[in-house]
């Protein structure tokens, strides 16, 4: 058994997020065999990521607020806390907080064999389309 040391709160890059957005991290890889990652991420109002695809498929349940998902070309959804949304690997999407409310959601992927290629980042998500769908 470990107990893991308490890990600091990072604050995630603006160049795959608009607005601020936190990470704590919960679960990674330890062993040879094993792929999950966990996080625990919130977003403030209006906060969301870019455009991104998971090569093994993204899963995000919602512990708090009411977050925005979409796929590219599909309906903008909304989830509420306890709802589990699913993205099939290698399908573009974005996720975010609601324009007017914080967002906490444990987001969880399976790395690729290949670490470096596990998220693919691409173009921020237009004000215009993130409050449109």
Known sequence: MELDPTVPTTKNPPEQFTGDVWLDPIAYPREDAQR??????????????????????????????????????????????????????????WHGASADTFIEHLAMFDNADDPATAMTWLEHVPDEEYLGG
Do not use: D
């Open 36 to 93: 999950m990652t966990v996080a625990k991420v919130r977003f403030a109002p209006g906060a969301r990521t870019a455009w991104h695809s998971h090569a093994r498929g993204q899963t995000l349940h919602v512990t708090q607020g009411v977050a925005w998902i979409q796929s590219r070309g599909g309906v903008k959804v909304e989830a509420h806390p306890g709802q589990t949304v699913y993205t099939p690997p290698s399908e573009e999407h």
